[in-house]
């Protein structure tokens, strides 16, 4: 089991960009495929980036190609999400999330990841 704990979120203006950073307790953090979510007010949660355990395979929403980027320190046991050319409708809590399974099983269905976090809140102003 893996507990996951999100930092970073804030206030930010339109254009600008942020970075999330999630930790993960436990030494097999390089075994599982990590992701990172959202959810907007009302809004269903929604998938915007996974990122295998090596860090070499990735695999991004539509909504977050050319924007955002995922990465990971296997060593720091830490998820990254940097994030540019943030607009308002990118305003949502972002939850990080882990998975055994492999990356190329997890795209499938994305929402299906067995561990997650509480989630911290960006709000991008206009």
């Known amino acids: 089991q893996v507990q996951l704990v999100e930092s970073g979120g804030g206030l930010v203006q339109a254009g600008g960009s942020l970075r999330l950073s999630c930790a993960a307790s436990?030494?097999?953090?390089?075994?599982?495929?990590m992701g990172w979510f959202r959810q907007a007010p009302g809004k269903e949660r929604e998938f915007v980036a996974v990122?295998?355990?090596?860090?070499?395979?990735?695999y991004y929403a539509d909504s977050a190609k050319g924007r955002f980027t995922i990465s990971r320190a296997n060593a720091k046991n830490t998820l990254y999400l940097s994030m540019n050319s943030l607009k308002p409708e990118d305003t949502a809590v972002y939850y990080c999330?882990?998975?055994?399974?492999?990356?190329?099983?997890?795209?499938?269905?994305?929402?299906?990841?067995?561990?997650w976090g509480k989630g911290t809140l960006v709000t991008v102003s206009s």
């Open positions: 999330a882990a998975d055994l399974r492999s990356i190329h099983t997890i795209v499938v269905d994305p929402i299906g990841m067995d561990y």
């Open positions: 436990g030494r097999t953090f390089s075994r599982y495929t």
């Open positions: 990122i295998s355990g090596s860090g070499g395979n990735t």
